[in-house]
């Protein structure tokens, strides 16, 4: 059995989703101990304790300690099944993670499913929704399976109530893809999600992106959502580029100027746009687990993350896959698989 330091690295819930995820695909159990051990809330939250009980339904695993706030769990898997499942974080945890731990097994599975998943769809510190349609859904599906995703209704933080389908058509060995050049930028876009709050919040982020980005008035839109639980905002900018699409999100917060929240967020479009480099922080984090699956494969990246290291380091306890990384002048990596 493999064991697995839940506080390393980064120290976050991707340790278990990881370790959930390709144990599934492997059916190598595990034991990972001190969850979440550094945060000011340690051990499963409702969030991680969903994607737990998703990856035990699909899998057919023997699980100890799948309770609220543990730090300790035991997995040990089966053989995958497919089909049609209905997942419910029943709080504002993210859906989308629920998502990313189920995903790796179902789409290299024999058979489609369909899943039906509830909570929040557009979270702080959690792939939002938009990004998963426009920036790593299409990878996926160069790579072989063919999964799309339609949202129902959008969830907020704090009170949730999002949903979204998932359809997947797998294919058992997933193809690995070559991104080593990015290429022009054809166009830059901006949306606003705006629900239960003043329209102005949308028209002052904006104003911010437009001027910080050069985006033209017909590339950027306000969506006003009528149907969501709560109060909710986000801040997206779509760069793009010849071959993919990288999407960067900010979120609205009690307290912080709507001007913050969009200049946050062109910032980080900015740097991306400078380095040069074709795939983006998060979409790095999002690709390392389907280009291990694939056993070959490069992209170029800026900097990496503690996050995307201490992924990687999970990765090699499952899977037999060489993982070579190079860094090249201003900063930027190369992330070679076989």
Avoid at 91 to 100: R, Y
Avoid at 218 to 244: C, F, W
Avoid at 281 to 301: H, N, V
Wanted: aromatic share 6%; hydrophobic share 45%; charged share 20%.
């Amino acid at each position: 059995m493999i064991t697995i330091d839940g506080s390393a690295g980064e120290g976050g819930g991707q340790i278990l989703r990881t370790a959930l995820a390709l144990a599934t695909v492997t059916g190598k159990p595990f034991r990972i101990e001190k969850i979440r051990a550094g945060r000011p809330k340690p051990g499963l939250l409702r969030q991680h304790l969903t994607a737990v009980r998703a990856a035990a339904k699909i899998s057919g695993a023997t699980i100890t300690g799948a309770e609220l706030g543990s730090g300790t769990v035991t997995f040990s898997p089966g053989r995958i099944t497919t089909g049609d499942f209905h997942f419910a974080v029943g709080t504002a945890g993210s859906a989308t993670l629920v998502l990313q731990t189920v995903l790796p097994a179902l789409m290299t599975a024999n058979a489609p499913s369909k899943l039906m998943l509830e909570g929040g769809t557009h979270n702080p510190a959690a792939p939002p929704f938009d990004f998963l349609t426009k920036s790593f859904l299409p990878l996926i599906n160069r790579m072989g399976p063919k999964v799309s995703a339609v949202l129902e209704c959008p969830g907020f933080y704090p009170a949730g109530g999002g949903r979204f389908t998932v359809s997947i058509d797998p294919l058992p060995r997933v193809l690995p893809i070559e991104m080593i050049e990015r290429g022009a930028i054809p166009s830059i876009r901006a949306h606003i999600l705006i629900a239960n709050l003043p329209r102005s919040i949308a028209e002052r982020e904006v104003k911010v992106l437009s001027r910080l980005l050069a985006i033209p008035e017909d590339s950027l839109t306000v969506e006003v959502i009528r149907s969501a639980e709560g109060p909710g905002n986000v801040a997206m900018v779509e760069i793009e580029t010849e071959d993919h699409a990288e999407v960067f999100t900010g979120f609205g917060e009690i307290a912080v100027r709507a001007e913050a929240v969009a200049t946050k967020v062109a910032q980080e479009a900015r740097a991306y746009i400078t380095s040069g480099v074709p795939i983006g922080k998060y979409l790095t984090d999002q690709l390392l687990i389907p280009m291990a699956l694939s056993g070959s494969g490069t992209f170029r990246t800026g900097p990496l993350s503690l996050h995307a290291t201490t992924n990687l380091e999970v990765i090699r306890q499952f899977l037999e896959v060489d993982i070579k990384l190079g860094e090249g002048p201003k900063c930027v990596w190369t992330i070679r698989f076989g």
